[in-house]
C-alpha cells in the first residue's frame, strides 16, 4: 500500500476525495478559480493560450493533441460565436476516470472550460456528459448552479467584461459519440455519427463554428498550469508528454481503480508497483492500454514507458488511460474476440470499412477461435485490418483492429494454434 | 479588399499539386477528385453524386496523401499547393478492393435479375476492379422489398447505405422520410418507425431513385398490365405522351443527351400496338386555358392569391401533407395527364363512339408521382380511374428494348386526332418555369386584349432555385415566382405564411429543373443532364408553328363542341378537383 500512494502524483485528482464536490466554498478554499481570476483578469487571451502551449500539454482524450494549439487555431479561426466543449461522453469500457473527477472535484472541470473560452473567445460552452453517468450529471448541474450564483459563470465573469455560460448535455448511450464530430453532432439533435475531417472542428465546428473540444482531464489540468505556470507542469512527465496521466488499472491486478502518475511511468512500475502485481499466483500474459481499442502488449513490453509517444512507437496508445491486465489463464483470441464483439455493437454504421469491417472482424474470430479458420482466413484478417485501419472515417474504426494487429504481432502463435490447417504450417 | 478584387483573388488562387506524378493546376478550393478529374485520372466513387455535397461516406476513393498516415476520401479532401497525391498505390487498390468486396458481401447482389443491371455504379466499380471472388461470405439478412407505395418501390437488401437518397430526400426536396436507422452492421436506411412507404409522408417524386447508385430504389413496374391491356382484343388502347419525355427517351435508349424525339416515340408507340397515340401537351394547353381563367377570376373577384400551380402531383402530395393550411391557394385545375383521361373516357368516348369502359388510357411521363396520381380516389370517373396505367421513360425504354426496336433508327410520325395538336406553351411544361411561361403567354393577350411583343419570358427559365418576375397587364402589375424543387417550395411556402410573398402566381414543380428532371427519367438524372434537356424543351417550343395555348385550333375546337366556356359546368366536372389536408405521421 505504500507504493500505492508513494509513486503516485495527483494534479488532476488533487481534491478528489478531500473536498466537498457540492460545496464550491470548499473548492475555492482549496484555492479553486484562483487561476480563472488570474487568466481574466489579469492575463490576455494571447497570454493564457501562451502558457498553456508552454506547458505542453497535450490532450487526455486520446489523441494526445497540442491543447494550447488548438485553442490558438480556434482562437485565431474567423466565425462567432464559438464554443467550447467538455466531452465527458467517457464510455470506453473499464475507465472511469472523467467520471471520478466530475463526481469528485466538478469545480475544476467548470473552471478550465470558463479559461478555455476566455482563451479562444468563447461564449457558449457545453458539457456532453455519457448518458449512464447520472450522479455525474446530478454533481455538474449543481457546481454550474453554484458557480454561476458566484460570478464565475454567466455575464460579466468576475467582473472582468467576459461572459460565458455552460449547458448540460446528456448522450444516450452510443460509444462512438465520445469521438468530437459525434458528439457535436449529437449535440446538434442529430444521430450521432462521425463527420469527415478536414474540415477540422476548431474552424468549423459546433454548427459549423469554431469549436474546442477538449477532455475532462484536459480541462482538470488548466488551472493547475495557470496557477502555477508552465515550467512548474514540465517538471512531470517526459519532455514530449509532459504532466500526469490518470490511469484505470483493470482486470487481472490486485489494485484495481485509478491511479494518477507522471506520465513516462512504466508499465511494469504500475502493474508491480502500484498495482500489486497479479493476484492468485498467475503469471502476466498481457496488458492492453488505451481502451478497447488499444494494443495488446506482451511482457517482453512491461518496461514500456507510458506516454504518447513511446506507446504509439509499440503499436499501442495511450488512448483513454485505460489499463487492461490480463494474466495467463486467458486465451489471447478470446479476448480478443471479445473486444470486437464491442466494436461491431458500437460501430455508427456511416462508413463501409468501420461498419462492415467490425463485423466481420468479430466473424473472423469467432471462426478462429471455433477452431474453423485456415491460414486464407488469417490472411483476410490482416488485410481487414490495414483496410480498417487507414481507410476508417473515425478513429473508432481506424483503432478499432489494433487490438488485433498488436496480437498478430506480439501473440501470433496463439492464433496459429486455432487454425485448422495449423499442421500445414508446420510443415511449411 | 472591394468585392470585385476578392473575386479576383479568388478567380487567381490556384494550388499545383502531383497526382500520380503528374502535375496539375487548380483553383484552390477544388478537391482532389475534381484535381484527379482535371488531370484526367479517374477515381472511382460510390457515395459521390455531383449534385450532392460529398460526405465520404462509402470510402472507396480513398487516395494516399504523402505526410498522412491515414488515407484520405479523395471527394471530401481539398488541395493544397505543393500536395502529392497517390491514386493507385498498392495500399489504396488493396482498400478499394476490400470496401467493394465487403459490399458485395452484404445483401442480394443478383445482377441479371436487378432493376439496374448494366446501369449500376456499385457492378461498374466491381467490374473495373476486377473482383472475381470474393474472400467474405454473404451474409443475407432477409428483409422483404417494400411494394406499397403506387410509384416506388425499396429493396432494403440491395442497399449499401451510402446515403445518397438521404441526402437527396432531406436536404434536396425537403421531405427527408428516408434516414439511417440502426448501428453498426445492422444500420439500414428506412423510413420514420420503419413504415411501409405507403403509410409515410413521401410525395412519390422518385429523386430518391434517380440518387441510388444501385437497384435499392426503383419504379413500381407497371409494363406487364400495359402489355396485357394491348393484347386484349377487347380494349381500345389509347397513350399520351408527356412533355419532358420527348427529350428524354432517347437518351434512355442509347441517344446523345438531349435529344429530340417525339416522332420516333410516336412511332415506337405504334410499333408496340397502342391504338390511339396522343400528346399530353395538348391537355398542357388546356389545363393554361382553364388555369389563366382561374388566375384572373382569382384576381378581378378577390379569391385567394397567390394561386399555386397544380400540374405537379409530388407537389400536390407535398402540400397535403407538409402545408394543408395553403390548400386554398393551389389551382383547382387537375394535372394535363389526368384532363387528358377525363376527357378521353368522355368527350373521345362519345366522339368515336365507344363505351368508355373498353378505353385502357396509359400515359408515358417523365415522373414516379403520377403513378400515385392516377390512383387518386379524385381522379376516378363513372367508368373506373380516368387513366388506367402510367409508365416512366424508363419503362417505356425497357419495353421498346424487350421488343427489340431499333428506335434510333425509326421514322417520324405524327400523333393522333383529336388530342395531337399543341403549341410551345404546352411543350414548355416539362421545363421549370414553362407552366408560368406558358400561362403568361395567354393571360396576358387574354387580359390586355394585345398581342405580346415576344413570347419568351426568360426571367423565369433556368436553374435558379427560385425565379421572380414581373408583367404589366394594362397597368396591373403582375407578379409572378418560380420555384423547383421542394426545398424551394418549402422557402416559398414559408413566406406566404409569413405574409412576405407578394404574388399572384407561383408556379411550383416538385423535381429539380422541373419534369425533365422527374423521379421517372432516364439514370443518370444529374443537373448537367437536367440543363440539356430544358435546352431540348425550349427548343421543341421554338420549333412550333403555334406557341400559345389559346391559338391551339384543337383546343378551340373542344370548346366549341364540348366543354362550352373556360371554367364552365363541364370543366369543372372534368378537368378541376379538390385536394385533402394529409396526416405528417
Redesign the interface.
Known sequence: MKNYLKSQRRIVLRNCGQIDPNNIEEYIAAGGYRALERALLEMEPEDVIKTIKDSGLRGRGGAGFPTGLKWELAAKASGHPKFVICNADEGEPGTFKDRLILEGDPHCVIEGMVIAAYAVGASKGYLYIRGEYGQSLQTIANAIQQARAAGFLGNDIVGSGFSFDIAVRSGAG?Y?CGEETALMESIEGR?GESR?K?PYPTDHGLWGRPTVINNVETLANIAPIIENGAQWFKQFGTATSPGTKVFTLTGDIMNRGLVEVPMGTTLRTLIYEIGGGIPRGRKFKMAQTGGSSGGCLPASLLDVPLDFDSLRAVDSSLGSGALLIVDDSHCIVDVVRSFMKFF??????????C??????LA?LLEKIEAEEATH?DLE?LN??C??ME????CGLG?AAPKPVLTTLKYFKDEYLIHLRDQAASKGA | MTAVQLRQKEETATATLTIDGHEVTVPEGTTVLEAAKMAGISIPTLCHHPDLPPRGVCRLCVVEIEGSYLLQTACTYPVRDGMKVKTNSPLVRETRRTVVELMLARGNHNCPTCPRNQKCELQRVAESLGIRENPFEVFRRPRPKDTSSAAIVRDPEKCILCRRCVEMCQDVQGVGILFPAGRGFATEITTPLDRALSDVACVNCGQCILACPVGAIYEKDDTGRVWDAIADPSKVVIVQTAPAVRVSIGEELGMPVGSISTGKLVSALREMGFDKVFDTNFTADLTIIEEGHELLHRIRSGGTLPMLTSCSPGWIKFIEHYYPELLDHVSTCKSPQQMFGALAKTYYAQKVGIDPKDIFCVSIMPCTAKKFEATRDEMYGESGPDVDAVLTARELGRMIREMGIDFSSLPESEYDDPFGISTGAGAIFGATGGVLEAALRTVYEVATGRTLPSVDFHPVRGLEGIKEAEVDLNGMKLKVAVAHGLSNARTLMERIKQGTADYHFIEIMCCPGGCIGGGGQPIPTTMETRAERIRAIYEVDRSLPLRKSHENPAIKRLYMEFLKEPLGEKSHELLHTHYRRRPLF
Open positions: 452510443a462512438v444521430r469527415v478536414p461491431e455493437h458500437e460501430s455508427c454504421g456511416k462508413c463501409t470499412p461498419r462492415e469491417g467490425t463485423y466481420r466473424r486464407a483476410v488485410r481487414l490495414r483496410v487507414r481507410s476508417s472515417l481506424q
